[in-house]
């Protein structure tokens, strides 16, 4: 018999000891996050709802302009209005308010235990497992410590898309910071900066054109969520997606597919426009 | 110690997880190789010590590894020394604190990096200004400031450019501009031409060399250029191995170098560069005044053996000269000394280099009169002097030769000026 003997380990078990001690123990902080979480979403849908459509679209085709040219900002334009089409205008808002707010989130955490990471040899070593074991994970594992912590609803979504998301903005935070050039910062240190003049002043605007890479990557990763966020409430495109599993109708799970699509389409562009923006004076060495 | 801006004084840092511990083994003179083979630990600097001026350019040079760089920046504490002491305006600035280590780079030194170490993310402006506004210094200020300095390195108009539009050679201008922007007594220079190509490397030390005349800040300088090192530098250190082996002027140094490691590094040098007119003139055993007279003249020509003299006036400014057969022939003819003196003589500055001066020497028909700086006449060159100069066996020889006229030699001059 190659059966494996019968010895338990009850692994699972401990974790959700562990996951019902941080619900108790630190009900106040779960209280915040879901109090920053909400208020961000809420304070970005009220603005794009307050936004006509018709302004909205001429702010995307002037973006796209901006960043990129005429050309792909009136495509930019015709994706935002063929998504307005299909009847999921609200839904394209909602999506966007719980990317964006993820993504400002993940930028809040990120930059700064990046930055730490690059300063600190002990504090990086720790931080490695714990970001590839988020990267790993499937997703849906913390759907349910989501849920556990904050109930149904969009704030689990952001926070299930910020475990999935975060990784890489801090991976690249911290290799940016630790690749600026040994010269450049002993020709700052050499003019007797601070260190905190050396963070702000050189480190990282040095490091942002790898910084804004990992914004992009963050980003995408973000939407890549949306679908699965909505399993634990989240509105939007995702639900959309869900919902049209669920009926097997085959017409709204191709029109919200093809919305996300655009959708990430337009934010894989335009902040890849932006990175090159802040490129635009450094040739690789 | 008011005197010497600058004092290493048994400077070592060693590399490796515990530099401390190995200190104590330079002090029983072990090699550099044995404290690697028994240690691991990399001596980087061993056991330097100098003493630098206010206002001279100090150039550090040696082959590669041989520690410039590490002791270089053990001057503004990028490096912090293992052992020994460094005193700037005797203060031992190895002993600083944080506050005061700011303080000393924001004010007293400031350094110039080979591959130039400009923020691409400034403009060329914001650059030259960095070193202010981490002083707290007013935009306003420090702008005009700025200003001044990229127009005193030549980049008056790139102000708004980044560093990756311009060519090399006018980044490491602004790399001085920025430098220079802080006002620091001390420069701190690692190979800074070292990146550059030939023709613009000896512009750059041109202008490095006119921006000193003008501000006479006090210049440390790497090479592993021997002609570089030679060309800038009022004295020269010679590093190998870690250790300094050798300080000196350029001209000490070529004539008397310590040993074969130095005479293998300058055996390749342009002499003609570094040798002045100074260093291979002769002192004039006699000298003629215009009131002395045709007859004097001839006599002091017959007494030394020689077929022409210089004709100077009282303050030993030069005249002209007169040879033997003019001055017998004026003779006869009851010309005065003011008649048959030949103005056509060529002067030379003492500072020419004889690289200046082969052309010359060329040319005309007398020796070549050297002057000074207020145009008094300090001595002459033949073609042979020149030649001498340019080789190096020969020094020798030609110092007993300097020696033999000297001599003879001051005691007519003064004579003169009486
Ligand atoms: N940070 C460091 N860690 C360990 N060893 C070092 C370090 N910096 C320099 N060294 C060693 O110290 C020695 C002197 O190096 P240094 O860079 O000062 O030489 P250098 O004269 O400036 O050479 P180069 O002309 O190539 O710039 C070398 O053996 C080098 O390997
Ligand atoms: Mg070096």
Known sequence: MGSFPNIQSNLGDYVEMFVDFLDEGLEGLFDLIFFISSRTINGIEAFLNFLPWWLFIILIILVGWYFKSIGSGLLYGLFMFLVGTFGLWDEMMMTISIVVSAVLICLVLGIPLGVYMAFSKGFSTVMRPILDAMQTMPSFVYLIPAIFFFGLGNVSAIFATLIYALPPVIRLTELAIRGVDEEVIESAQSFGSSRWQMLMKVQLPQALPTIMAGVNQTTMMALAMVVIASMVGAQGLGEQVLISINRIDIALGFEAGISIVFLAIIIDRVTNGVADRFQKHRRAK | ?418
Do not use: W
Request: charged share 30%.
């Open chain 2, 1 to 418: 110690m008011a005197e010497n801006k600058i004092k290493i004084d048994h400077v070592s840092k060693i590399f490796g997880p515990k530099p401390k511990t190995i200190a104590p083994m330079i002090k029983e003179g072990k090699s550099k190789d044995e404290i690697l083979a028994e240690t691991g630990h990399t001596v980087g600097v061993y056991d330097a010590s100098m003493e630098i001026n206010e206002g001279e350019v100090f150039v550090i040079m040696g082959l590669s590894g041989s520690g410039k760089s590490t002791l270089i920046r053990c001057f503004n504490l990028l490096n912090k020394p293992t052992d020994g002491a460094i005193y700037v305006d005797g203060e031992n600035i190895v002993e600083y604190k944080t506050p005061q280590l700011k303080k000393f780079r924001q004010d007293k030194i400031a350094m110039v990096f080979q591959h130039f170490g400009l923020f691409n993310h400034r403009t060329i402006l914001g650059n030259v200004e960095y070193g202010l506004e981490i002083k707290n210094m007013s935009k306003e200020e420090r702008q005009k400031i700025a200003q001044e300095n990229i127009e005193l390195v030549g980049l008056k108009g790139y102000e708004d450019k980044y560093p990756d539009e311009l060519s090399g050679g006018m980044q490491q201008r602004v790399g001085l501009a920025r430098a220079l922007a802080n006002d620091p007594d001390i420069l701190l220079m690692d190979e800074p031409f070292s990146a550059l190509d030939p023709l613009i490397r000896r512009d750059m030390q041109l202008e490095l060399l006119d921006i000193q005349e003008r501000l006479k800040k006090t210049i440390v300088f790497i090479t592993h250029d021997v002609n570089e090192a030679f060309k800038i530098g009022d004295r020269v250190a010679v590093m190998k191995d870690g250790k300094v082996v050798q300080v000196g002027t350029p001209e000490s140094i070529l004539e008397a170098p310590a040993n074969d490691y130095i005479s293998d590094f300058i055996k390749d040098i342009d002499r003609s560069k570094v040798f002045q007119a100074e260093h291979v003139m002769i002192k004039p055993n006699a000298l003629v005044s215009l009131k002395d007279g045709l007859n004097v003249a001839v006599k002091e020509m017959q007494q030394n053996g020689i077929s022409s003299v210089f004709v100077v006036d009282r303050g030993r400014h030069l005249k002209g000269i007169v040879t033997i057969d003019a001055a017998i022939e004026g003779i006869k003819q009851k010309k005065s000394l003011e008649d048959v003196v030949d103005t056509d003589v060529t002067t030379v500055a003492k500072e020419d280099y004889i690289n200046d001066i082969i052309p010359k020497a060329l040319e005309s028909k007398f020796p070549l009169a050297v002057t000074n700086k207020e145009d008094k006449l300090e001595g002459f060159i033949l073609r042979v002097h020149v030649l001498s100069g340019l080789v190096a066996d020969d020094i020798e020889e030609s110092k007993e030769y300097h020696g033999y006229y000297q001599a003879t030699n001051n005691q007519t001059i003064e004579d003169i000026e009486k």
